[in-house]
């Protein structure tokens, strides 16, 4: 890694004083607490996924309900929770969420190579909690998106290291869970990694093959849920997506317009990332700013899209800001993330349902900074010590 006496890397790997993980404790805490209160069996979102495996226990079939739109595997897995009552739900959900998205960012960490006690550890941490809106939105939804944003970097950093059928499983289990993670089958094409492929891959099918034949329509995600994914036309949903397909509709712009537009520029941001992969730099940065890049291209014409969906990209790039190449370092990304900072009012998107608009340009934004990125390459050279080339050939190696 290139250093000198204006590189802030040095400063940001030292271990962080006492004072500064007891507010981000205070912090966390005070966030969990309120989520607790003001949310019932868990957070919206996760009471659709419960209350789709209680209707299963009860005889019905999970895809009575439009919103659920998870696979056959989501039903057996959220019945443990189906048997909790619901106050218990309501404690213990908002603090698992919590402690879910902390790990994923100390695996963010360690893929590159962070010391867990570092200040940047502890400010990372602190800034997502208190500068970026969509981490409360999460822990208060209490979406299963939670489970991407774990998985993801934890497949990195078995990556990393070479354990690239690991990398592939943990990726499976996350999109039996949620399909949010599917993009990723890219990264594993790229690598030419054939039998983690096959892992990521026949995971979630077993899983949901064998789900559903436990299920009343056994084809329910198919005749139900993916035609309702396609049409993208719920009223209550679409005031909330923030990709580009569902929000230039909204300013005038002809359905089928917005759909061709969002299709070019997610093409675009999958040929960047297949550069990035190709390119040069440290193996963690190449891993990282290729999946942001394949995770962000599909964010802009998946249906729907939220704003927390990118809490499953922004801790890994946030955790490569030590690397003088990484694109946190890099101003555009900081400004892309000013209209998600809390409790900014913008004139003529005060109500919640415009929200979308302001986590559209987030995401624009950052998907773009991200493929001038990988299209550019790291601004830096050099490793965060270990042994770089022995790294680059345990990723690259068929």
């Known amino acids: 890694m290139v250093t000198g006496k204006s590189d802030i890397s040095g400063w940001l790997v030292r271990p962080a004083g006492g004072a500064l993980w007891a507010g981000l404790a205070a912090l966390l805490g005070a966030l969990t607490v309120h989520a607790v209160r003001v949310t019932s069996d868990g957070g919206m979102d996760n009471a659709i996924v419960v209350d789709a495996a209680r209707t299963w226990l009860a005889g019905g079939s999970p895809y009575d309900d439009p919103h659920f739109l998870y696979f056959p595997s989501a039903v057996m897995a959220a019945v443990p929770q189906a048997l909790l009552p619901r106050p218990v739900l309501g404690v213990l959900v908002p603090p698992a969420v919590t402690a879910a998205l902390a790990l994923g960012w100390a695996c963010a960490l360690r893929l590159h190579r962070v010391p867990l006690n570092s200040r940047l550890a502890a400010l990372g941490l602190l800034g997502l909690v208190a500068g970026f809106a969509p981490f409360g939105h999460l822990v208060r939804l209490g979406n299963w998106t939670v489970s991407a944003a774990l998985a993801l970097p934890l497949c990195l950093l078995l990556a990393s290291r070479g354990r690239w059928v690991a990398a592939g499983t943990v990726v499976g289990v ?190 624009c934004a950052l998907t773009a900074t991200v493929a001038r990125h990988c299209v550019r390459g790291p601004g830096g050279t050099g490793e965060r010590g270990g042994a770089p080339e022995r790294e680059r050939a345990a990723v690259e190696a068929p």
């Open 174 to 363: 996350a999109v039996a869970l949620k399909p949010l993670l599917a993009p990723m089958v890219l990264l594993f094409l790229f690598a030419r990694r054939w039998r983690a492929l096959a892992a990521l891959v026949l995971v979630p099918a077993v899983a949901s093959a064998g789900a559903a034949l436990l299920l009343p329509d056994p084809a329910g995600f198919l005749t139900r849920t993916l035609p309702f994914l396609l049409r993208g036309d719920d009223p209550f949903v679409r005031f909330y997506e923030a990709s580009p397909v569902a929000v230039l509709p909204r300013l005038g712009v002809p359905g089928a317009l917005a759909a061709l537009l969002g299709l070019l520029a997610a093409a675009a941001g999958v040929v960047c990332a297949y550069r990035r992969w190709r390119g040069p730099g440290p193996v963690p940065l190449r891993l990282t700013e290729t999946s942001a890049g394949l995770m962000l291209s599909a964010f802009l014409v998946s249906r729907p899209s939220y704003d927390h969906y990118l809490l499953v990209v922004l801790p890994l790039l946030l955790a490569g800001l030590p690397y003088a190449g990484g694109v946190a370092r890099r101003p555009w990304f900081w400004l892309a993330l000013v209209p998600q900072l809390p409790g900014v009012t913008w004139p003529w998107l005060e109500s919640a349902r415009r929200r979308a608009f302001r986590d559209a340009l987030t995401l």
